[in-house]
């Protein structure tokens, strides 16, 4: 089966049928071609219902998981959105065709840079990239619409949320390392209003407000 036709029958069997119906979450997983942020030995894996080992012991989400949070985020043309963990740089892709203004933290040089080189491979080369502690966000472009972080933190980072927009949006699996709740946040002034989505487990947000090395 061409990796085309494997893409449709993922977001057919994968995303869809467990209930992901938001038009532009379906429209970019359609359109962004997953086998092209894995490693070459694992492209044929690229289309499965589970995450895969990209490098440095990081991994790229489940594909349910990535249509998830992207479909809670309810992203706006024209919103900011921050990503906490741009890994392989799949679900960035995904963010750049829901709108116009993506950012991008790595605490890996490696997979930055990777991710930078696929991104731009694909025409992607107005997405913004950082390398750093994610877990204290990126002020300078501040505050964002919508933030999502890829990586499970102990708790809710202060720095992400003073970074969010009124009536923003925050995605992010909080818990203990091996099992965690995934949950959206939203700003109502200085208070959150939280709901948890489903359990998860990720790998680890390290930094200053999140997990020790
Ligand atoms: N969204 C990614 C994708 O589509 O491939 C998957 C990301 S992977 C599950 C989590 C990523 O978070 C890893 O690349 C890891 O290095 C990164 N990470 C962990 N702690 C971080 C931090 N403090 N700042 C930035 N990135 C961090």
């Known amino acids: 089966m061409s ?4 893409r449709v029958a993922m977001v057919r069997d994968q995303i869809k049928s467990r209930g992901i119906k938001n038009a532009d979450v379906v429209r970019a997983m359609l359109k962004v071609e997953r086998d092209k942020f894995l490693p070459q030995t694992l492209v044929s894996c690229a289309y499965s219902d589970y995450p895969l080992p990209i490098s440095c012991g990081q991994t790229i989400s489940q ?7 992207s479909e809670c985020l309810k992203i706006v043309k024209n919103n900011s959105v921050l990503e906490i963990g741009t890994g392989s740089g799949y679900q960035t892709a995904l963010l750049r065709e829901m709108t116009d203004e993506v950012y991008t933290v790595e605490r890996y040089p490696q ?3 990777r991710a930078e080189n696929v991104l731009e491979s694909l025409g992607y080369d107005d997405i ?3 390398l750093g502690d994610g877990t204290l966000g990126w002020d300078e472009f501040a505050p ?3 933030i999502i972080v890829t990586a499970s ?3 809710i980072p202060r720095s992400l949320f003073q970074q969010l927009k ?5 995605i992010i699996p909080v818990g203990g390392k ?7 946040v939203v700003k109502k002034g200085m208070v959150s209003e939280e709901d948890d989505i489903c359990g998860c487990v990720f790998v680890p947000l390290i930094g200053k407000e999140g997990w020790e090395e």
């Open 3 to 6: 990796f085309k036709s494997q």
């Open 63 to 69: 594909p349910f998981m990535v249509g998830l949070m």
């Open 111 to 113: 997979l930055l840079e």
């Open 128 to 130: 913004h990239f950082k």
């Open 144 to 146: 964002y619409d919508r």
């Open 153 to 155: 933190a102990p708790s």
């Open 166 to 170: 009124e009536e923003g949006r925050l």
């Open 178 to 184: 091996y099992h965690q709740e995934l949950k959206i």
